[in-house]
């Protein structure tokens, strides 16, 4: 049987950075930014960190 | 047999779900992580229009089209140069993926084109998991 692979996964609670992009090392925001590239310039963010946007209502329902 | 099982994650978001994420390399060789939703509703592969210039594609690599979502009719960006996305837990597993980018997106959709073209998926939703299987 295959192993269940568990993580990385994101210890806070992101819903005050909706709207936002947020840079994510160990399972914390690092870093935050309104965009994209501005996130990625901040000196504190590294190749590997997760980049993402956080979506407007992330608790909410997902629709696509 | 599936060669991973993956438990749905929350990512800060407040509620469980089909999250995969890969490591994607762009055409100059910018690479990254991206957290994105297992979409068999999604024809390829989706990103949020940010995740653009972060794996180095310029205007000229990216060519707009109409699409459809869930709320009508929207606006893509095709990308016309391929990344390569990469399972970190199957470091040999390494493909394609041609992103559509989409101004307003913010989660990342892995569709039918590029993912699973190459990987079985198993949605287990009692569970809270899901399993690749190469093929």
Redesign the interface.
């Known amino acids: 049987?295959?192993?269940?692979?568990?993580?990385?996964?994101?210890?806070?609670?992101?819903?005050k950075y909706a709207g936002s992009?947020v840079a994510i090392r160990d399972g914390k925001v690092i870093a935050d930014a309104l965009?994209?590239?501005e996130l990625?310039n901040k000196p504190e963010v590294k190749?590997?960190?997760?980049?993402?946007?956080?979506?407007?209502s992330?608790?909410s329902a997902?629709?696509? | 047999m599936p060669e991973l099982i993956v438990a749905y994650r929350e990512l800060g978001l407040g509620q469980l779900r089909p999250f995969l994420i890969l490591t994607v390399t762009g055409p100059g060789g910018a690479k990254g992580p991206i957290p994105g939703l297992i979409d068999t509703g999604a024809d390829g592969t989706v990103l949020p229009a940010g995740y653009a210039p972060l794996l180095g594609y310029s205007p000229a690599d990216i060519a707009a089209q109409q699409g459809a979502g869930v709320g009508g009719s929207i606006t893509m960006h095709q990308a016309t140069k391929p990344s390569t996305a990469v399972i970190p837990e199957m470091p040999d597993s390494e493909f394609e993926i041609n992103p559509c980018f989409v101004d307003g997106c913010r989660i990342a959709l892995w569709g039918r084109k590029d993912l699973m073209q190459h990987f079985d998926i198993t949605i287990m939703e009692r569970r809270k998991q899901f399993s690749l299987t190469r093929v």
């Open positions: 049987m295959a192993a269940v692979h568990q993580g990385p996964e994101v210890l806070e609670d992101l819903t992009w965009d994209s590239v990625r190749e590997d960190d997760l980049l993402m946007p956080v979506p407007d992330g608790s997902f629709l696509f």
